[in-house]
């Protein structure tokens, strides 16, 4: 399919894929948050990529535990052939899809996005993948969907991580219809690539770029369009600190830290740090969705 979107980032920007898989080795003093994470603005120097243990020791999937290489030792148990994605609610196709079916059905492209986390780091990540709109219309929405519902693989057996109550499991996630039709929003099958590790979300996660990271669920099993506001997991936990929305906003900080700076994610544990864009970059391709809402409130 082609690009619906503009563009600024080029191969040149992205941040490389050792840095990537290992960066939350650069923030185990921080509080964890989310099982996604977005990267943000693009650095134009070239950074060195991390060796082989330190790219599998450092991921976070709380599914497989809270330690920063709990993921990297216990991911690899997670079955992820076959796997299938229940689709219900208000479409016209309901039915239990599998992921091969899918795959066969859309265009995998790449896209290169900033990926910015809440926590106030950041990466441009190159992911492959489809638009999520080319999934929603292949099943056929009808009237009266107002929002988009995720849920995480719950597989206890396999995810040692989900034997505490570290959130309420499975972890759940939810768009708007319309950020869900956004050609921004996509569905990840890969990065740099190759497919997705398990312990970044294989074979399926999502991707919304202008929205902090723990917006992009992974491993996703189930999707359903329905006509109220679905719950998420972060909100569940805490809705002062993560709101349905979590757009990324600069001018409006997390309760316990500022959101007007992020740190780019491989230049060094005392790297300059970098402003925050509003919207992640995106403003122009997303703002309209929100006229009206204020956008001093974090939601």
């Known amino acids: 399919m082609a690009h619906r979107w503009q563009n600024d980032l080029t191969r040149d920007d992205v941040t490389p894929y050792g840095a990537f898989m290992n960066r939350r080795q650069l923030m185990a003093g921080m509080a964890g948050l989310g099982l996604a994470s977005i990267a943000g603005p693009a650095a134009a120097e070239d950074l060195k990529p991390n060796a082989w243990d330190e790219i599998t020791s450092y991921c976070n999937f709380y599914e497989f535990g809270t330690g920063k290489s709990d993921p990297a030792a ?146 996703i099993v189930r999707i359903t369009l329905t006509d109220k506001e679905p719950p998420a997991s972060w909100n569940m936990y805490s809705a002062r600190e993560y709101g349905f929305y979590s757009n990324v906003n600069p001018t409006v900080d997390h309760p316990r830290w500022s959101q007007a700076t992020e740190r780019k994610i491989g230049g060094g544990l005392f790297a300059k740090r970098i402003p925050t864009l509003m919207f992640n970059g995106y403003e122009s391709e997303v703002a309209g969705m929100y006229e009206g809402m204020d956008l001093s409130k974090y939601f």
């Open 74 to 219: 216990n991911a690899g148990q997670m079955t992820t052939s076959p796997w299938k994605v229940e689709i219900d609610g208000l479409v016209d196709r309901p039915g239990t899809y599998d992921f091969q079916d899918i795959l066969s059905e859309m265009t995998i492209e790449e896209r290169i996005y900033r990926f910015r986390c809440v926590e106030a780091w950041s990466m441009v990540i190159p992911w492959n993948g489809f638009e999520l709109a080319d999934l929603l219309n292949m099943v056929g929405v009808k009237d009266g969907a107002k929002y988009v519902a995720f849920e995480t693989l719950l597989r206890p057996e396999e995810m040692p991580g989900v034997r505490y109550p570290t959130i309420e499991w499975p972890y759940r996630e939810g768009l708007r219809l319309d950020e869900a039709m956004n050609p921004l929003t996509l569905m990840a099958t890969g990065l740099y690539g190759k497919p997705l590790p398990n312990q970044n979300g294989a074979p399926l996660r999502l991707v919304v770029p202008w929205k902090y990271g723990f917006k992009s669920i992974k491993s």
